[in-house]
């Protein structure tokens, strides 16, 4: 009989614990609240350092105003799903790319407060690749946008006589001219990308626009204006010192060539429309 009583109370402990969850897991409350609480603090942290990076990064601050204003013309063109796929892909590529180079920057101030020329290499790197992502988002910006654009706002498409093949042709001249700039100054490791060294970027690119507008139009007037500007640029650079004479006739040679050649050949094979 006490035999029968016993596994009485087994079965019904057995069928009762499938109830106690505490029991059967061994599951401890506090525990869980702290991971709970982990987990929020996580989210938390994360916010915290987006808005640090919005209040004290001035690029950040144009970084977001960028994504709005592209966000507001992807509804204007009706952009599809595959292009606000891709136009998502590329403003956060840019955006997180700014938060590595933030989190970088603060990392390498708290380890080496003075100068130190790794910690300057670690820095330029980190912008690097913000740079490419920004040039990125622009590609694709133009890519998606210019031509939509232009058949909402110029509904006779008088524009596309001007801005058509020709107008694509002459900003993958200029950001060509830009990169070789780049390249050469480089190599001849003098001044910096931006500013002084051989050869002049503002002379290259002010030259390289005067090539490319000999082949929009053939009023004379205008291209003596466009020259007079481009050499007005090329004084400028050497009057404020910071640019000689042969860096200035450098550059201007080197961005009408380069856009002199590639407009004459696309023309004489035929593949230069207006």
Known sequence: MEKNKN??????RSIFSLFHKKNRYNWDIKKERARDKRLVDSFNFAIEGLISALKDEKHMKVHILAAIIIVILAILINAS???????????????????????????????SPERHPLAKLAKDVAAGAVLVAAINALCVGYLLFYDKLLDIFDGANKLHVIAGRKGNISILILILVSILVIVLKTFFRKGT????????????IAFAAFGILAFMTSDIRILVLGFFMAALVAQSRVKSGIHSIREVLAGGLLGFSVAFAILFIMMQFGILYN
């Open 7 to 12: 596994n009485d109370k087994k079965k019904k």
């Open 81 to 111: 799903k595959v292009e606000i796929l891709i136009i998502s892909l590329s403003v956060s590529f840019v955006i997180i790319t700014e938060l590595v180079n933030t989190a970088v920057e603060a990392i390498i101030d708290l380890v």
């Open 193 to 204: 990308p931006l500013e002084g060294g051989m050869p002049s970027g503002h002379s290259a």
